[in-house]
């Protein structure tokens, strides 16, 4: 089958306050803040924010709700590490930047022959550090150069009662390969992603986590597709396999979304880069450095901002002329959605007053 999915756009947490998650990421992880904007679902305003590598690059972006509101439950049936892949030899500094910030984490491993490091985020979700040969562009720190920086995702790890069905879903509905198993964990590798992974992690005994938001999991994962008709395709070839219970099409400003709950309970998003991307409402050098809304949410600024709580921007995340991206990494341009897009229309002052 031709599959339609291109490899991992982006991967969504739900840490606990605003602050601490832009300083663990940016500072610790060493991420970009690629964009700041607010949940698009619901009726109070939630922070989202994009974390990414130095050219934004789908496939690089961690996004997250800090949802203070309440505490998730982490389990089986969630993303339970997200990985990025870092030069190899470099194992050995990412310990002692790890140990300089007092972040916990279990020391150099290894694991399908390829050396990693686990950290935990303040709020309780894991990271991996995997040495990895991968060629995109790191954003760097005060801290962390680019002979070490990170470059992108290498994948990540779900936690799954049974292996065979959510198996079955990556291959058959998402055109996933199998590459290896390595003592629980089971490896697959996306479709025309240069090698990110799928690990699915055997844990018969382990109870189900959480499914709506809440602090301390990871929320879901979503694939890059084409374009808005490689959705509407991969929402019939859902229904034609079984799992029908796929989403409308939700417009998320910067991209196109579909979800669907997979066999194993992980949510699955697949999304489409609309025109213009992360770059249409502010020039690279300045991603992440305001608080953007998307057009049907701007009337209610004084209201979002009024209920929000401030967060302070990482140095290195103030405007920097050398980060125009390079050529053929910006988002690709793209013809105006010609099927039927689904907003929430939230009423903020609402709940502010």
């Not at 509101?69 to 030069?87: D, E, L, N």
């Not at 022959?113 to 979700?125: D, K, L, N, Y």
Request: aromatic content about 10%; proline content about 6%.
């Amino acid at each position: 089958m031709k599959t339609l999915v291109k490899g991992i756009h982006h991967i969504t947490l739900c840490p606990g306050p605003a602050q601490e998650d832009v300083n663990f990421c940016t500072q610790v992880l060493g991420q970009r803040l690629v964009k700041q904007t607010v949940l698009m679902d619901g009726s109070i305003p939630i922070y989202h924010f994009y974390y990414g590598n130095a050219d934004a690059d789908a496939g690089s972006i961690a996004t997250s709700f800090p949802y203070s509101r309440k505490a998730g439950r982490q389990g089986s049936g969630q993303i339970s590490v997200t990985s990025y892949s870092v030069p190899k030899g470099t194992a050995a500094f990412w310990k002692e930047h790890f140990e300089r910030h007092e972040a916990e984490h279990d020391g150099i491993q290894e694991r399908f022959s390829t050396r990693f490091i686990r950290v935990r985020h303040p709020a309780g979700m894991y990271f991996e550090i995997v040495e990895a040969d991968d060629p995109r562009r790191p954003w760097t720190t005060n801290q962390i150069s680019a002979d070490v920086a990170t470059r992108g995702f290498f994948g990540a790890v779900m936690s799954v009662r049974t292996v065979e069905e959510q198996e079955q879903f990556f291959v058959e509905a998402l055109g996933f390969s199998k590459v290896g198993v390595d003592g629980p964990y089971h490896r697959f590798e996306a479709p025309g992603s240069g090698g990110q992974t799928i690990e699915l992690l055997h844990e018969p005994d382990r109870a189900p986590g959480s499914w709506g938001f809440g602090a301390g999991t990871f929320h879901h994962i979503a694939f890059e597709v084409e374009d808005d008709e490689a959705l509407m395709a991969q929402k019939a070839l859902y229904e034609e396999l079984g799992y029908t219970d796929a989403s409308e099409v939700k417009d998320r400003f910067y991209f196109h979304s579909m979800y669907v709950r997979s066999p194993g309970g992980i949510l699955v998003e697949c999304t489409a880069n609309v025109s213009g991307g992360f770059y249409q409402d502010e020039a690279p050098e300045d991603l992440g450095t305001t608080l953007n809304l998307p057009p049907w949410y701007e009337s209610q600024r004084a209201d979002i901002l009024a209920m929000l709580e401030p967060v302070r921007l990482p140095e290195a995340n103030r405007p920097r002329r050398d980060v125009r991206p390079q050529a053929g990494s910006a988002v690709a341009e793209a013809a105006a959605s010609t099927i039927p897009l689904s907003r929430t229309k939230a009423d903020f002052a609402r709940h502010r007053h």
